[in-house]
């Protein structure tokens, strides 16, 4: 039995499961409620099978459900992109690509890197974001992103991978903290001290947390905060040190009057790689891209 979903049912269907609630999902399509519900029994006839069913926290998609709201995200991602992509040319562009990418590759090189290819691709237009690493992966498997740059640490099977940079970890102090006249640290020696979290739930505070519990300890962080700069400044004060890429925190580091000692681990090297969808997905402005970014890694100095 053949079975057409349209833009619009696909769209109904997706904020009924954001929402949880018929009411809430109709009030933001600016439907009826009735209507929507109506227009979900009929896609749920035409399946065969039901697709929503409401539970303590509201409606959610039964496995049938899922399988179609993670289709539909796909198909209304695509659908934007080609949207967007029409938009550009008629604006004057050849293309344009979408780019998410972590707090680290955005404070390092990437932005020099996506600088010199619209320096040789003036007509093209990159639109670049940041975001979570687990967030790029999501991102990039519905579709509404093209490439992804991030630590390689994130799983980011059923993509395509290539290496791209690297980074090294270091101990940010201030100059007169017990460890900074240290040349190197084993991250086991600043467990002791009070430290400060940076970026929750990202990446980086997971993988710390992990080393710590291997060393039977847990990392105690005074203070939390979003950014590398604003870790910086809160070390500045006095109130703890800082595990942060030495790359990216460098001019924070000078401008503060802090010291970076590096860290000795084996882990404490990053390495960062670019991540698509298969070839055939993607459009050749952003292939072009991904060469691009492929190169510079190759000319890049190895850290040391």
Request: with cysteine; charged share 20%.
């Amino acid at each position: 039995m053949s079975r057409h979903f349209d833009p619009v049912t696909l769209r109904l269907f997706v904020a009924v499961c954001e929402e949880g609630n018929i009411a809430r999902a109709a009030e933001r399509e600016a439907l009826v409620p009735s209507g929507l519900s109506k227009r979900i029994a009929a896609v749920e006839a035409a399946v065969g099978t039901p697709l929503l069913v409401r539970g303590r926290r509201g409606i959610q998609p039964t496995a049938a459900g899922e399988v179609l709201l993670r289709q539909a995200r796909e198909v209304l991602g695509l659908m934007a992109r080609m949207d967007g992509e029409l938009s550009e040319f008629s604006a004057g562009a050849q293309g344009s690509v979408r780019v998410m990418a972590s707090v680290s590759v955005l404070a390092e090189q990437l932005p020099d890197d996506i600088a010199q290819f619209l320096a040789q691709h003036r007509a093209v237009r990159v639109n670049l974001d940041e975001r979570l690493s687990h967030d790029i992966v999501r991102h990039l498997r519905e579709g509404s992103a093209d490439v992804g740059v991030m630590w390689d640490v994130v799983d980011h099977a059923g993509l395509r991978a290539s290496p791209y940079r690297s980074d090294h970890l270091g101990v940010v102090l201030p100059p007169d903290h017990p460890l900074a006249r240290r040349r190197r640290l084993r991250y086991a020696q600043t467990l002791a001290h009070a430290s400060i979290g940076v970026a929750p739930g990202g990446q980086m505070e997971t993988m710390l947390r992990r080393q710590a519990a291997l060393l039977g300890a847990t990392p105690v962080h005074r203070v939390q905060v979003s950014s590398l700069d604003a870790a910086c400044r809160i070390v500045a004060a006095g109130l703890g040190l800082a595990i942060l890429p030495q790359e990216a925190t460098a001019p924070h580091v000078a401008a503060n009057g802090l010291v970076m000692v590096p860290l000795a681990d084996d882990w404490a090297e990053r390495r960062f790689v670019v991540c698509t969808r298969d070839d055939a997905l993607l459009s050749a402005t952003t292939r072009l891209l991904v060469q691009h970014l492929q190169e510079a890694a190759q000319r890049a100095t190895p850290v040391a």
